[in-house]
């Protein structure tokens, strides 16, 4: 039996110390251990940004800031918010254990990223561990999103389920019965995970003074990738990323979430500062540099790179035609309003101004068979491909047809929502006596139905059940068990709430005393005896 763990592990998360505690308390109790240590019983410690930091601090006698910088993954969490006010409410948060605000704050709910909630261990490391320590536990970057490799072994990292249905309130530590053997990651795995291990000692030590899109802008612009104008060559650049990262999501079990497989997120965060999951930034840091360091010194080591000036309000349209009816070019007219050519002259088509067009290129047939292929929903980028031109050309000529851009999202919509009604109606003829609780669990079409067409998905579900018959329990051979317990007890007890809850705190010995008998005599001997 280990003592108390008041001591702190090489890279041990905070769930890994409640769990040695847990199993070196004589209860053998979540409730017990949950009480003691948070003064709560339900309470269930996120694997990688937990609450109660501060009963964690008085447990292993260090600093609350020691313990949120070394057992959670903080660091990398607050990489990702942009807004210091949000920081300091999150940390206030983690220190009081208020959970549910915590995960607000942090901004993992808002990413609509699932990484699900698991417990994640390398079979290496255990024995490792168990040959230093004599005990293997959870380490702290294993718990981190975006790592599935062992940073250390290169090895993939084993998954437990931690939420409902998995863990939940229970503790534990890995065993090789539960880790396995160990599987060789993919190269992508290996240079990401080890991106974010660099990433949380980097920022242990020091945070970022100058803006992330700052620097997006000097890398970018130092590879290539920007223009002269300060816009992205997104072809390229996307190219080049499915290139870097294909291998995070073309295997059956996806090392990262799907949504983040086309890298829409990019010229977000390169043009704008704002709150968004970290692992946004780590994939576009470790593809443009090698190391956090090198990154955050920027392409070449320049400490203070020019910051960009703030974005411009659009003009008005009014003041945009006025100068174009007073002659104005729209060159003239761009110069003046201080804002893209571009703009100006889909304002124009859209009101139906006659402007000088250079369309060398396009002639109105090429024009009438764009707007039939963006009228029937084609994608720009094969439209653009069709007819060798650009997107932005086939975007112009989408934005000159008044209504056509809302009639080609009415189509996507549309079409989603029959491809989102398949999927419902196909679960249904696979799994035909699943319940609506669990259709909701499994099938992935429900939520977006609820959101989107309600009275349909309602139709196809099946009657809510009521009154489920359940098996009867078993209230002798429950009484039983509980005696069983009693008799193993030790120590001293106060009260007959106490003895209950040293056996589970199901409130049987105070509550249910008529279905209890024998262990309530024998606890009542316990109270006599003391």
């Known amino acids: 039996m280990h003592r108390l763990p008041t001591y702190l592990l090489k890279d041990e998360s905070a769930y890994s110390i409640v769990a040695r505690t847990y199993i070196a308390s004589p209860h053998q109790s979540w409730k017990v251990t949950n009480h003691k240590l948070f003064g709560s019983e339900y ?121 409902d249905g998995g863990i939940n309130h229970h503790y534990i530590l890995p065993t090789p019965e539960i880790l396995g053997p160990p599987v060789t990651s993919n190269p992508a795995e290996q240079k990401l995970s080890n991106f974010v291990w660099q990433l949380k000692q980097y920022l242990c030590k020091q945070s970022p003074i100058i803006a992330m899109s700052a620097l997006y802008k000097n890398w970018l612009n130092a590879l290539g990738y920007l223009t002269k104008g300060g816009s992205i060559r ?65 392409p070449m080591r320049d400490n203070n790179p020019t910051t960009t000036s703030t974005k411009t309000p659009l003009p008005n349209s009014t003041s945009v035609l006025k100068l174009l009816d007073n002659g104005s070019s729209m060159r003239q007219t761009a110069k003046q309003l201080k804002c893209r050519v571009g703009y100006i002259k889909q ?12 369309r060398q290129f396009i002639t109105s047939d090429i024009e009438r068979a764009i707007w039939l292929k963006a009228f029937i929903g084609e994608h720009r980028q094969s439209i653009a491909d069709a007819f060798n031109l650009s997107v932005g050309a086939v975007e112009a000529i989408i934005q000159s047809h008044y209504g056509l851009a809302e009639w080609r999202h009415h189509l996507r919509m549309a079409k989603r929502k029959k491809q989102e009604q398949d999927k419902l109606l196909d679960y249904l003829v696979k799994h035909p006596a699943a319940s609506r609780t669990h259709i909701k669990q499994d099938c992935g079409a429900y939520m977006w139905l609820y959101k989107h067409d309600r009275d349909w998905l309602y139709k196809q579900l099946p009657p809510a059940q009521t009154n ?40 049987w010995l105070t509550k249910m005393k008529d279905r209890f008998p024998l262990s309530c005599a024998y606890a009542k001997k316990i109270l006599l005896s003391e």
């Open 234 to 298: 997104w072809k390229r650049l996307r190219a080049d990323l499915n290139n870097c990262w294909g291998d995070l999501f073309n295997s059956t079990s996806p090392s990262l979430p799907l949504e983040l497989s086309d890298f829409k997120f990019v010229p977000s965060i390169v043009h704008h500062d704002k709150n968004v999951h970290y692992i946004k930034h780590t994939l576009l840091m470790s593809f443009l540099s090698q190391s956090p360091k090198s990154f955050f010194d920027g």
């Open 468 to 507: 489920i018959n359940k098996a009867p329990i078993n209230w002798p051979g429950r009484d039983l068990v509980v005696l069983a317990q009693l008799q193993s007890l030790e120590g001293n007890y106060a009260s007959m709430s106490a003895i209950d809850r040293a056996v589970g705190g199901h409130s």
């Open 347 to 358: 304002l124009a088509l859209r009101e139906g101004r006659n402007i000088e067009r250079r």
């Open 43 to 163: 309470v269930r410690l996120n694997s990688m940004l937990p609450g109660h930091i501060d009963d964690l601090a008085k447990l292993l006698n260090k600093p609350s800031a020691e313990v949120r910088l070394c057992c959670t993954g903080h660091p990398l969490i607050a990489l990702g918010i942009a807004k210091k006010q949000v920081l300091l409410e999150m940390m206030r948060h983690d220190v009081n254990g208020d959970a549910s605000n915590l995960y607000h704050d942090s901004r993992l709910a808002a990413s609509k990223l699932s990484f699900g909630n698991s417990l994640k261990g390398c079979p290496l490391c255990l024995i490792e561990d168990e040959a230093n320590y004599g005990i293997g536990y959870w380490h702290t970057i294993h718990q981190c999103h975006g790592v599935c490799s062992c940073p250390k072994h290169n090895v993939k990292l084993v998954a437990l389920t931690a939420g």
